[in-house]
């Protein structure tokens, strides 16, 4: 649990976006990959709404929806203290408008709970606290393994939406069972996009979204290939042209391609 406030000495500045997003990041500790960049890529925002993001950590993927859409009022909740303070400076460095909140997604503060939003996203650890060798660093340890079922952030988020808003969510493969009986009984018509590391590869991540009260039939949408080449070539790891652009550019990453 990090607790304390980072000092400057112990982050580093990252470009994310092509240099649209600059975020201050721990040097030791949890650092964002692509998940929260491609999670924010998926959620189709428009200017004037509201987007809560349950653990956000530093904020990577309310920062990098910011940029992408702007005049958006953009809340986190995460609940290491020293994290949700570097969100709170990542979201003020990067011009943005929005509040992160420091509390746990089974019990969130009263001041969250009185309020409702367009979206609410997630990128919940995305393993099991038992059962795999820890990190050594205590707050990436809880950025990657938490205690709180995902029953419980989708619940929390459910209970958050307004009326016909989306939850979106982005989890390992593996998970997926777990996390679609969570979904179906919390909120409905699902919309399921599986992300192929490369062509012919088993998808790592998917993204799992669903509207509050919704009730259209289940999509499966057609899967979405991020790495050119059916192995990895030294040097470089080429992505696709789509994930390219949505990495390195801010574009949007549709369900249906």
């Not at 990542?90 to 011009?95: A, D, E, I, K």
């Not at 420091?102 to 997630?122: C, L, N, R, T, W």
């Amino acid at each position: 649990m990090k607790v304390e406030t980072f000092e400057t000495d112990g982050l580093t500045t990252d470009a994310f976006l092509g240099g649209k997003v600059m975020l201050q990041q721990p040097r030791d500790g949890y650092r964002a990959g692509v998940d929260p960049v491609l999670l924010a890529a998926s959620i189709d925002a428009q200017a004037g709404q509201t987007v809560l993001d349950l653990g956000c950590g530093a904020a990577p993927a309310l920062c990098c929806l910011g940029a992408r859409v702007p005049g958006l009022q953009l809340y986190g909740l995460e609940i290491q203290p020293g994290y949700a303070a570097l969100g709170q400076r990542n979201l003020v460095s990067n011009g943005l408008t929005g509040k992160i909140w420091q509390g746990d997604v089974s019990d969130p503060p009263a001041e969250m709970k009185a309020q409702s939003f367009h979206h609410v996203i997630a990128n919940p650890p995305y393993f099991e606290s038992d059962g795999r060798i820890k990190a050594t660093d205590g707050g990436r340890e809880i950025a990657l393994a938490g205690e709180t079922a995902l029953e419980k952030w989708v619940e929390t988020a459910t209970k958050r939406l307004r009326p016909r808003g989306y939850a979106t969510f982005i989890q390992r493969s593996d998970r997926l069972p777990e996390l679609i009986d969570a979904m179906r009984r919390h909120i409905g018509a699902l919309e399921l996009l599986p992300l192929l590391p490369r062509e012919g590869r088993p998808p790592r991540l998917v993204l799992l979204r669903g509207r509050k009260d919704g009730r259209a039939a289940f999509q499966f949408h057609a899967p979405q290939i991020m790495h050119e080449g059916l192995v990895h070539v030294e040097p470089g790891n080429r992505y696709t042209d789509r994930f390219d652009a949505i990495l390195s550019q801010g574009a949007a990453l549709h369900f249906s391609a």
